[in-house]
């Protein structure tokens, strides 16, 4: 009932990502067809040159979707964050089961069929037409199956770099450890396969008697008609819009949403959403390249992640720095949002307490008998791990495990790790019991949360500087940290939470 409840309040949203979901693995799948058959035919007739053209897609096969992504997002033309990457990946990974089923049909058809065409006097060109595809049709929509199958589960990982569909549900509840957000996108791709499935399967039978085709018909139909209305729900836009971004955490979500509500309560511009889109990486190649107009980063992470320059201790010379590189790569950071988010090494409180741990210098004792886990970025990071451990001192019992931020808290209150990296104003801290260990050596660099905007945009929109600068030292870490528990720990919709902050500051900005 709670799963269902969620649909019908937010029925217009899925929708919208239904119909995201529909026309990227309608308008791949196509164009994977209109290519892997032809090469399929090439490499059927000429196996020399089949080879290599099979080989060619069967490594694509190999790549792991997010690593493919990762590879495409830098590239020019077919980069950046959105659909066009999310084509590009979704079009590679369907190629091989449509060529290698051309190749199996045509190769299957009957020698006495094709000798009996050449002394009818067809040429090539009009054996293939009239008797060859025909004939290996079956096996072709086989190949296609596969592969449109295959493509409404990829097209979920898409939602990572900001390609919509019903993935993004299931990031959101992810980042929220929400079952019934997951679920919400889980269970329509789910559907969606088995009727993508289905109404290929009857095409592929169709041929077989005039009575499967009438049963056939239907379904094909209803099937026709979704993907269709897929395609028209996700083609419409409405002028230009100011494109938010975030990283795929609940703090950088909430910083999104609060972005985006800013710039609808005080100007006139529609606002598109693009949250969850990744780590820092993905947000920083997104705003360079202006799919993504803005979004929240962390003064610290600006300084050793985006500009690799050296850890500095003092905040006004962070800030300093940070906003001249900004500004000599067409971006504009704005005015600092009033919390400083520094990382925060954290451990259950009934082991500090049992322990009289309090420092991070006194962590070294015990690190030898715990396990601990960290994200990916924290143990690469120049102003991570490798510092850490080096300056107070940190071996533990096994290499730290790698982690996604969303399950990490958990994690640690379960009894799974004994030690992790987490955020400062992170809502669970206070939730799940756990304390956070002073770094009594001064190891961390500041982590104040700044909006970052193209230039482009603040100069066609000045407005859009206005708005987000009525939030300038607005936001208090106290602020922060309940918006977070509210996520995480209650469940409450980002919106929701973030519509509520603006509701009781509105007065004073």
């Given at each position: 009932m709670t799963l269902i409840g969620f649909w019908r309040t937010h029925a217009a949203e899925v929708w919208q990502l239904l119909g995201q979901h529909v026309a990227l693995v309608l308008a791949s799948t196509l164009v994977a067809i209109a290519v892997g058959v032809p090469v399929g035919i090439i490499a059927a007739r000429r196996p020399r040159l089949g080879g290599p053209l099979t080989a060619a897609a069967g490594l694509v096969q190999t790549i792991p979707s997010l690593a493919l992504f990762g590879f495409l997002l830098p590239l020019p033309f077919i980069g950046g964050i959105g659909a066009r990457t999310a084509l590009v990946a979704l079009i590679l990974y369907a190629l091989l089961p449509i060529v290698r089923t051309t190749i199996a049909g045509l190769q299957s058809i009957d020698p006495s069929i094709l000798e009996a065409a050449d002394a009818m006097g067809m040429t090539a060109r009009q054996r293939l037409r009239h008797v060859e595809l025909p004939l290996a049709l079956p096996s072709i929509i086989a190949g296609v199956r596969v592969s449109a199958v295959v493509g409404v589960g990829t097209v979920t990982i898409a939602a990572a770099i900001g390609a919509g569909g019903l993935g993004e549900y299931i990031y959101r509840g992810l980042s929220m450890v929400d079952g019934t957000v997951i679920l919400a996108g889980a269970i329509p791709v789910a559907v969606l396969a088995m009727v993508v499935d289905g109404a290929l399967y009857l095409l592929q039978r169709n041929r077989a008697s005039q009575g499967q085709s009438r049963r056939a018909g239907p379904v094909i139909a209803a099937a026709a008609l979704l993907l269709g209305a897929g395609v028209a729900a996700s083609s419409l836009s409405v002028g230009e819009r100011v494109v938010v971004g975030s990283k795929n955490f609940t703090e950088s979500v909430i910083l999104g949403e609060l972005m985006a509500q800013t710039i609808e309560r005080y100007t006139d511009l529609p606002v598109d959403r693009r949250l969850n889109l990744g780590g820092t990486f993905i947000c920083e190649q997104a705003l360079r390249a202006g799919d993504i107009d803005l979004y929240v980063e962390y003064s610290g992470t600006a300084l050793t992640a985006v500009f690799d320059q050296p850890v500095q201790r003092d905040p006004s010379a962070v800030l300093e720095i940070v906003r001249t590189r900004y500004g000599d790569t067409g971006r504009t950071m704005l005015a600092p949002l009033g919390f400083n988010n520094t990382f925060?090494?954290?451990?259950?409180?009934?082991?500090?307490?049992?322990?009289?741990?309090?420092?991070?210098?006194?962590?070294?004792?015990?690190?030898?008998?715990?396990?601990?886990?960290?994200?990916?970025?924290?143990?690469?990071?120049?102003?991570?791990?490798?510092?850490?451990?080096?300056?107070?001192?940190?071996?533990?019992?096994?290499?730290?495990?790698?982690?996604?931020?969303?399950?990490?808290?958990?994690?640690?209150?379960?009894?799974?790790?004994?030690?992790?990296?987490?955020?400062?104003?992170?809502?669970?801290?206070?939730?799940?019991?756990?304390?956070?260990?002073?770094?009594?050596?001064?190891?961390?660099?500041?982590?104040?949360?700044?909006?970052?905007?193209?230039?482009?945009?603040?100069?066609?929109?000045?407005?859009?500087?206005?708005?987000?600068?009525?939030?300038?030292?607005?936001?208090?870490?106290?602020?922060m940290r309940r918006m977070n528990y509210a996520v995480d720990g209650q469940r409450q919709d980002p919106a929701a939470v973030v519509a509520r902050f603006l509701d009781t500051i509105g007065g004073e900005v």
């Open positions: 925060a090494i954290l451990v259950r409180a009934a082991d500090a307490d049992a322990r009289g741990l309090r420092t991070l210098s006194q962590l070294a004792a015990h690190a030898p008998g715990w396990r601990a886990a960290f994200g990916y970025e924290f143990l690469e990071r120049q102003d991570g791990y490798p510092g850490l451990a080096s300056l107070y001192g940190l071996r533990f019992a096994d290499r730290p495990r790698v982690m996604d931020l969303t399950l990490i808290y958990r994690a640690l209150a379960a009894g799974q790790v004994d030690v992790i990296a987490g955020d400062a104003t992170a809502g669970l801290i206070e939730a799940l019991d756990l304390t956070a260990l002073e770094d009594d050596r001064q190891y961390f660099p500041p982590y104040d949360a700044v909006p970052v905007v193209h230039a482009a945009t603040l100069l066609r929109h000045p407005v859009i500087g206005a708005a987000i600068g009525r939030l300038a030292g607005r936001v208090t870490a106290a602020d």
